[in-house]
């Protein structure tokens, strides 16, 4: 496989550190959106079509899968989902992203393997929504609300005694109600942690320094470098596995009792402000790791036959 389609609406930073990591191993990793591929069930067709690609190539990399209306994005999956089961190796796979770019299924799937998390509401209803929110802030404590979809820090607000109901930001959570207590990592020293995972190993961890309570580098975030082992890095490798993913980003958090707790697992992370704060290449070890995959599979598909 000489050309690799990557997914991306928006290559960027990481499309470039792609594409020179790629051709370093002799491969040419060519950008295409999602919206552009279709399924194609037609006789004679592979089933799923890719601009520029008269043959199902032997891997995909996903960058990125753009948002839209529900029949929108539920396609945009489905297309990942078929290339799967045509054979293409798929990294990471729909399923994947299903599990973690939501975060409702990434709170239920840590919490069933037992992986600390904090405790998580989920609803649609406004009256439970606003029951629980005056319940737990009356008694002192606050929340965190989020979108159920979003990343960077976008759309995510603490709520505390006072805070006025319906709650604004509504256009961001979408009438879905995704609930977390609020937890303090030291008021004024605001911190937590980003851990970078490969093939259940972890290549790079950092601490990430707010100007306030919210961490993310897109908010604003200072970096540090983290050594990648400990109770964090091993924390981080345990919901790695609770979501059964290829590569992600964990982002876990130590709050004034020392408890850790993780916060998110995402599928298709980010990794620039992690990149200053570490040697290694982290595109060239996604590289490596992508194509160690498809040529496992192509070696166990010839022993097979």
Known sequence: MNRVPVFTDDPGWHGKRLKEAFAARGREAVFISLKDCHLDLTPGKPGVQI????????????RGVPGGTLQQVILRLNVLHALKELGVVVYNDGRAVER????????????????????????????????????????GRQLVIKPLFGSQGQGVR????????????????????????????????????????????????????????????AQGGRCEPLRPDGDIAELALAAAKAVDIDYCGVDVIRDRDGRLFVLEVNSIPAWKGLQDVVETDIAQ???????????????????VS
Not at 290 to 296: P, T
């Open 51 to 62: 601009p520029g690609f008269d043959h199902l190539p032997d891997g995909v990399f996903v």
């Open 100 to 139: 973690t770019v939501d975060k409702g299924m990434t709170s239920f799937l840590l919490h069933r393997h037992g992986v600390p998390t904090p405790p998580t509401w989920v609803c649609e209803s406004r009256e439970n929504a606003h029951n629980l929110i005056l319940r737990e802030t009356m008694a």
């Open 158 to 217: 603490k709520l505390e005694a006072g805070t006025p109901f319906p709650v604004p930001m509504e256009d961001h959570v979408d009438g879905v109600y995704y609930l977390q207590p609020y937890i303090d990592s030291g008021e004024g020293a605001w911190h937590d942690h980003r851990v970078f995972i490969v093939n259940g190993k972890v290549i790079g961890a950092m601490i990430r320094y707010g100007s306030h309570w919210i961490n993310n580098v």
């Open 285 to 303: 070890v996604l590289v490596d790791d992508f194509l160690r995959r498809f040529a496992l599979r192509h070696t166990n598909l010839t022993a």
